[in-house]
Nanobody, 123 residues
Framework: QVQLVESGGGLVQAGGSLRLSCAAS????????VGWFRQAPGKEREFVAA????????DYADSVKGRFTVSRDNAVSMVYLQMNSLKPEDTAVYYC????????????????WGQGTQVTVSS
């Protein structure tokens, strides 16, 4: 089993940037596709981005395309979400999650979740 810990959240002004990190321990991260999800107050959790086990393919929600970039470094068991041009509507708790296939992650059905990190974008 893999354990996930997110970090890098915080308060930022609209138009600013943040880089979220997800540290994995336990089972080797390279076994998994990885996704980022978010949940805003009063809303359901939604898919943000995903990357295959080797970084060869990525997918993004339409709302973040061109602004967010997901990447990974299997050598250090880390996954990142670079978020640029942030908007107030990006405010949410962001979760890292892993699954054994890319498509199960993209469809919102990963196997393991982190505890989340808060991102707040002020207008």
């Amino acid at each position: 089993q893999v354990q996930l810990v997110e970090s890098g959240g915080g308060l930022v002004q609209a138009g600013g940037s943040l880089r979220l990190s997800c540290a994995a321990s336990g089972r080797t991260l390279s076994f998994y596709a990885v996704g980022w999800f978010r949940q805003a107050p009063g809303k359901e959790r939604e898919f943000v981005a995903a990357v295959t086990w080797n970084g060869g393919r990525t997918d993004y929600a339409d709302s973040v395309k061109g602004r967010f970039t997901v990447s990974r470094d299997n050598a250090v068991s880390m996954v990142y979400l670079q978020m640029n041009s942030l908007k107030p509507e990006d405010t949410a708790v962001y979760y890292c999650a892993v699954g054994e296939t890319f498509f199960t992650v993209v469809r919102g059905n990963p196997d393991h979740w982190g505890q989340g990190t808060q991102v707040t974008v002020s207008s």
